[in-house]
């Protein structure tokens, strides 16, 4: 992970209107088509989802709450998975964490998300992830 090249990226306007901490910017804004973890469970609910990456964080809201995951300690790789063939064919985005997260008053686990962005989002988003995370 090279942090240097993520608080390179340009600064973009704080779309979903995100609580930032001292020295933090927003690099890319995104509603998902869906999130969930690891195993695909979703974590949307029925509202439209917003994701918004900053040089530090990312956030998610699934407009019950967020899910915020620091990135230099909490993410230990984030990655583009394609499955499918021919018009089954998709991806997504896999997010890592090092440690299992506890939500839904202890009832859940998860080691991990994955995000579904459309095709103009995914190909901004790869992008970042190929300098950044790989």
Known sequence: MNINKLNALPELANKHNIDLLDG??????ASPTIFGDENDTSLCGAMKPEFTLTNKRIIADNGV????IDIP???TNIKKVEYG???FKGNYFLVSLNFRMVYDNGKHTLNG???YFNK???AKFEEIVNSVFS
């Open 85 to 87: 063939k021919w018009i």
């Open 120 to 122: 103009k989002d995914t």
């Open 65 to 68: 709450g967020f899910w915020t």
């Open 113 to 115: 998300f994955r995000f």
């Open 24 to 29: 933090e910017k927003v690099v890319f804004n």
């Open 73 to 75: 300690e909490d993410i």
